[in-house]
């Protein structure tokens, strides 16, 4: 499977953790994205990465929440700290480009964060 | 920021009956896509739009761009049960897409 794969698929945490969200892009797709999702609601844009980039991070939280696409390996979405509020699904999108026609975001299936 | 509305907020159809789902923006739009979630599942594209009064079809899906780009619609024809899902539409605003809050379409067999 060459699409877009996120790791863990559900995640439970205590508040107070830390969690950690893995995203590999597509193959061939060098710009990864990040959304979040709450139950019955549209995705909001969190971060656009590239390799070793930050590009837009104007839907981050300012505390608690980075981001990051190393050299070598997959995305991470790191959030310190937990609160029952961080409970949502996290999606993680990726393409070859961006604002250029025919170039789709392609999203992946998702980690479904639970804070107890 | 940018924003895009759609309604309505949820739909309820019997099997066979058509569907709409509307977008709008009090600004033009750049383009617009067009997701498709399932419950439990991740969004998928399903097309874009980006020229004046554009519209597109996919087989009993048919999507349109308004004249002044500022709404879209996305219709379906006589819906099945697999079409059960939620609907986004989303404008590509610079480096991010901004989504509607969908339309959750529920078919009655």
């Known amino acids: 499977n060459a699409g877009v794969m996120q790791n863990p698929r559900h995640l439970v945490r205590r508040r107070g953790q830390e969690a950690r969200l893995r995203c590999s892009p597509m193959?061939?797709?060098?710009?990864v994205y990040w959304y979040r999702q709450l139950p019955e609601e549209g995705l909001k844009f969190m971060v656009y990465?590239?390799?070793?980039?930050?590009?837009?991070e104007s839907g981050m939280p300012k505390e608690r929440f980075s981001a990051e696409f190393p050299k070598e390996g997959p995305s991470i979405l790191r959030i310190q700290q937990v609160v029952r509020g961080d409970s949502a699904a996290y999606f993680c999108?990726?393409?070859?480009?961006?604002?250029?026609?025919?170039?789709?975001?392609?999203f992946g299936d998702g980690t479904r964060l639970s804070i107890l | 920021g940018q924003q895009v509305m759609q309604i309505p907020q949820y739909q309820h159809v019997q099997e066979g009956e058509d569907f709409t789902t509307y977008c709008n923006s009090s600004?033009?739009?750049?383009?617009i896509q067009w997701y498709k979630q399932r419950p439990g599942g991740h969004p998928v594209f399903l097309i874009q739009?980006?020229?004046?009064?554009e519209v597109k079809k996919q087989k009993r899906l048919t999507f349109q761009f308004g004249e002044a780009k500022k709404n879209s619609s996305l219709h379906i024809t006589a819906t099945q049960t697999t079409d059960v899902g939620t609907y986004f539409c989303?404008?590509?605003?610079?480096?991010?897409?901004?989504f509607g809050a969908g339309t959750i379409l529920r078919v009655k067999s």
């Open positions: 739009l980006v020229k004046s009064g």
């Open positions: 193959k061939g797709h060098s710009h």
């Open positions: 990465l590239q390799k070793e980039n930050i590009i837009d």
């Open positions: 600004t033009t739009l750049s383009n």
């Open positions: 989303a404008e590509e605003y610079g480096n991010k897409l901004v």
């Open positions: 999108a990726s393409s070859q480009g961006t604002g250029a026609l025919n170039q789709p975001q392609h």
